[in-house]
């Protein structure tokens, strides 16, 4: 089995590898969902953000309001790094364990898609890494258009992210997402190639 660390910052596009990619009969693991999911009530990382951050975050309906976690980690370079504190280590571990479990039921390709991947273990899990890199303008446009934040949001959002340097110190292939779709495609097919054909 073949897994792939598919990461960049956001609005590079790593999404929209990882579709390519699962056209191709990849299964994808996205982080952000795994991280979603552990923070909905009863699971392990609830408590814990609503002892760091207090009552005020939590909805009428229980559930954290994510909208305003983000307002908070967003403008404030702490907070961000206790959030991620809390939970890197447990998304790690269910990460670890559904490329196991892919890795049993026989799966061929496995992706895993972060935004943040170079704490708890993440590395070790996957055989390559895959790093997708945009100009900060192409993200900036492609984030306000998708979430409707302003130009000074997006880029607030974009900046409080790992540099691109990090992640190309990490990477094993660079794919540079600044063109058309069908460029991209290409790009992800021709490196799949190489991965495969590799010994
Ligand atoms: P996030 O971390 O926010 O999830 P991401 O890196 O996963 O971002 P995507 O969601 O894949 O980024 O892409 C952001 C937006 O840009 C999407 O609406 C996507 O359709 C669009 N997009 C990505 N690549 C291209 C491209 N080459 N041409 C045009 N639009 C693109």
């Known amino acids: 089995m073949l897994t792939i660390g598919l990461t960049g910052g956001i609005g590079s596009g790593k999404s929209t590898v990882a579709r390519i990619l699962q056209k191709y009969g990849a299964e994808i693991i996205f982080a952000d969902d795994v991280a979603k999911q552990i923070t909905e009530p009863g699971m392990p990382a609830y408590d814990k953000i609503i002892e760091h951050f207090g009552a005020d975050i939590v909805g009428e309906d229980k559930k ?26 447990i998304v790690a571990e269910v990460i670890i364990k559904l490329v196991d479990e892919y890795r049993d039921s026989g799966r061929e390709l496995v992706v895993v898609e972060a935004i943040v991947p170079i704490e708890h273990g993440f590395l070790d899990v996957v055989d390559t ?49 600044d063109g058309t779709l069908k460029e991209l495609e290409e790009k992800v097919w021709g490196l799949l190639s190489d991965e495969k054909n590799s010994p």
Do not use: C
């Open 64 to 89: 954290i309001n994510r909208k305003k976690l983000a307002d908070i980690v967003f403008s404030n370079k702490d907070e961000l790094l206790r959030l991620n504190e809390i939970t890197h280590s």
């Open 129 to 177: 890494v895959w790093v997708v890199l945009a100009e900060e303008s192409v993200r900036i446009d492609r984030v306000m258009k998708r979430s409707g934040l302003t130009y000074e949001e997006a880029k607030k959002r974009i900046q409080s992210q790992m540099p691109d340097e990090m992640y190309i110190s990490i990477a094993d292939k660079i794919i540079y997402n």
